[in-house]
């Protein structure tokens, strides 16, 4: 019997840059799609009393829960048909949805049309939340072929890089279109965003041109829809590179047919799995359940659209979810082994402490209460990109990424979805709801870490 090849490879220079050239603008690709989904929290908050913060948590609700079961599609037709063509669909399907929701937009304030918000809004978003939930799947299907096992605490150190990044396009690049697509402007521009001003013909008609908002996302999902055509390939072979042993579950069985119904079953079946999946399931609530609400939070209590914390919100979200990513790889790959549960459970013991910390600051001090969300989401985009970007790929083997992921993913965002319309809901009676409600969430996914701090994949060994 041959030995498994667990010792971290030693690629080439042109292997390393070639992976490089798939993975950076697949990264961004997936990065902007977070570009083309969080547009909706700018917009609500640009669209003032048009949206209301049920119709908030309704919308965003409703295409969370669909982005959630659309895995079970999309999972399995990914391991099927490659994550090149899954990211491409995606891509361009999210680009198509953002241009429909801009438009939506523009009737409402250019032609004062009588549409009912939350119900369209619900439909085009929901149908987006469709197409975006390609994006993880397919980038954690191409890398499972591209990273062995032991470099992949470096991947999900990227993977939380790419989440930050597209959260940093989302809230900071989105509040940067609204204000330079404002009728009357209330604050000084950038040159960019004078640029921005000047090309589409910004007026003084009372009329904000929020649909910017929406069709400058599809724009650049668009172009590199296109460079992802030529750039991307699936398997290093496919770039006349060899492919290799990445040594997770699926070692073994790369001659072995691909039936989903088996697939399926070795995933659903395995218990680490399901743990992780409620696991993540506790940080889909925890993740959107802060850094949404807090948005919302300064703009109702007349944070000033120049105050640090909302100006750079994106920014700030960034810096500490790359952090979070980086260091979770780090401590995963040279202190626990590759094992991704005790990076989680750190985690999460954090997370414990920081949520019960919001209830104390909530009616004090904004600057604090930012500062708390802000290493909350260091904690939670860490522990997501080691669970749903690395463990995935791990457990549910090359063979399985995507099926796996998207069944974790989908987790996420039953989470996702569970939190946006109960704190939608709670939210618009007290604000006091809100760290009392995600408190539990934090305690569960903690312990649920805990039981999973040994787990680590077997694969198969192959006679020589």
């Not at 995606?90 to 523009?106: D, E, F, H, S």
């Not at 398997?235 to 060899?242: N, Y």
Request: glycine share 10%; with cysteine; proline share 2%.
């Amino acid at each position: 019997m041959a030995e498994l090849a667990l010792d971290r490879p030693l690629h080439s220079r042109e292997f390393r840059w070639r992976r490089l050239l798939n993975w950076l603008p697949m990264g961004l690709t997936y990065a902007f799609l977070y570009f083309g989904r969080y547009n909706l929290t700018v917009s609500k908050n640009a669209l003032g009393d048009l949206m209301s913060k049920e119709d908030f948590g309704i919308i965003f609700g409703a295409g969370t829960i669909i982005y959630a079961f659309a895995f079970l599609i999309n999972g399995p037709l990914t391991d099927r048909i490659g994550g090149r063509k899954a990211i491409l669909s995606g891509a361009l399907g999210a680009a198509l949805m953002n241009m429909l929701l801009g438009i939506v937009t523009y009737l409402v304030l250019a032609k004062n049309a009588a549409i009912n918000i939350a119900l369209v809004f619900s439909i085009i978003y929901s149908a987006n939340m469709y197409f975006q939930s390609f994006g993880a799947v397919a980038i954690v299907k191409v890398n499972s072929a591209w990273f062995h096992i032991r470099e992949r605490g470096i991947f999900g150190g990227i993977f939380g890089i790419l989440i930050s990044l597209g959260i940093y396009f989302a809230f900071d690049w989105g509040t940067a279109i609204v204000q330079a697509t404002q009728a009357t402007l209330s604050t000084d521009l950038n040159f960019l965003q004078s640029a921005l001003r000047a090309f589409i013909g910004v007026s003084d008609n009372g009329i904000n041109q929020t649909w910017w908002v929406f069709f400058i996302p599809a724009i650049l999902l668009f172009t590199f829809f296109v460079i992802e055509i030529f750039v991307l390939k699936d398997r290093p072979s496919q770039a006349g590179l060899a492919d290799f042993d990445t040594a997770d579950a699926s070692s073994g069985e790369d001659d072995e047919a691909f039936k989903v119904g088996e697939l399926l079953k070795k995933i659903l079946t395995n218990k680490i799995i399901i743990t992780i999946a409620v696991i993540e399931f506790c940080t889909g609530v925890l993740r959107q359940g802060i850094m949404h609400w807090y948005l919302i939070f300064t703009n109702e209590i007349g944070l000033s659209a120049d105050h640090f914390m909302r100006l750079h919100w994106g920014l700030i979200l960034m810096l500490a979810g790359s952090f979070g990513g980086i260091f979770a790889g780090f401590i995963s790959d040279k202190i626990f082994g590759s094992r991704r549960g005790p990076v989680a459970a750190l985690f999460y013991g954090l997370m414990i402490v920081l949520t019960i910390a919001m209830g104390f600051v909530l009616q004090l001090n904004p600057f604090i209460l930012g500062a708390i969300v802000s290493f909350m989401s260091l904690a939670v985009i860490g522990t997501h990109g080691m669970l749903s970007g690395t463990a995935t790929m791990d457990f549910g083997g090359r063979k399985g990424a995507a099926t796996a992921v998207g069944f974790i993913d989908g987790c996420v965002y039953l989470g996702t979805g569970f939190q946006s319309i109960s704190l939608g809901f709670l939210l618009s009676k007290s604000w006091n709801y809100w760290s009392p409600f995600l408190v539990p969430f934090a305690m569960l996914g903690f312990i649920l870490a805990i039981k999973i701090w040994h787990a680590f994949p077997q694969a198969k060994r192959k006679d020589v």
